[in-house]
């Protein structure tokens, strides 16, 4: 699952190394405690059946942006030319021709391909904003308004998570499921922060 955190920083200087400070103790693979569990294997070191686990983990991956890119202004990332390439599926041309979509075809005269094309709402096939060939690329390009002055965010934006000053002040594992959508900037306000500092937006897995 894809999660979306928001993170509070004091300055926006050497971004990436305050995030990874500031998500490490977090990550899931730092192997703190051994955890007993007789359907595992033996740990050689420990002698018994069990692996080990960070307690305080909840994430194993994370990138600045990501699905949330965007998040602070309203940016779709998918409006940006630069966030597509040629499809692999159809070589780029809006007409998928191999045996899946001849078949395709045939039952539908209009598909183009389900790399890059798109079903209009009368059941007929299309090709996307940008054009046919055009697939959305897996990963969007870094946007600057992902790390963005708080004074310039967005009022109404929420998150699963917020972190202050590497404090996790907010959690939705953590907190009554009906309180999940409270916005970023009324929890920081509880911790003494309006204007000032910057937040990222943070796309964590776990």
């Not at 420990?46 to 202004?73: A, Q, S, T």
């Not at 005269?109 to 046919?132: A, F, I, S, V």
Request: proline content about 5%; aromatic content about 12%.
């Amino acid at each position: 699952m894809h999660y979306h955190c928001e993170i509070w920083l004091p300055d926006n200087k050497n971004v990436e190394a305050q995030v990874a400070e500031i998500l490490e103790p977090f990550c899931e693979e730092n192997r703190w405690h051994f955890e007993e569990d007789e359907d595992c294997n033996v740990d050689p070191d420990k002698g018994k059946r069990g692996y080990w686990m960070n307690p305080d983990g909840w994430w194993d991956w994370y990138v600045i942006g990501g699905r949330w890119c965007g998040e602070h202004d309203n940016y779709n990332p998918y409006d940006n030319p630069i966030n597509y390439e040629p499809c692999h599926l159809c070589d780029g041309t809006g007409f998928r021709d191999d045996a899946i979509g001849r078949d395709a075809r045939a039952k539908e005269p209009t598909y183009t391909c389900n790399g890059c094309g798109q079903r209009n709402e009368d059941g007929t096939w299309g090709h996307n904003k940008m054009g046919k060939g055009m697939h959305p690329k897996w990963f969007v390009e870094r946007y600057e308004g992902d790390v963005m002055e708080l004074s310039k965010v967005k009022d109404d934006i929420t998150a699963y998570t917020v972190i202050i000053n590497g404090d996790v002040v907010y959690h939705g594992d953590s907190i009554d499921k009906d309180d999940e959508k409270r916005p970023v900037k009324d929890i920081l306000k509880e911790h003494g922060i309006e204007n000032e500092g910057y937040l990222v937006t943070v796309d964590y897995h776990c």
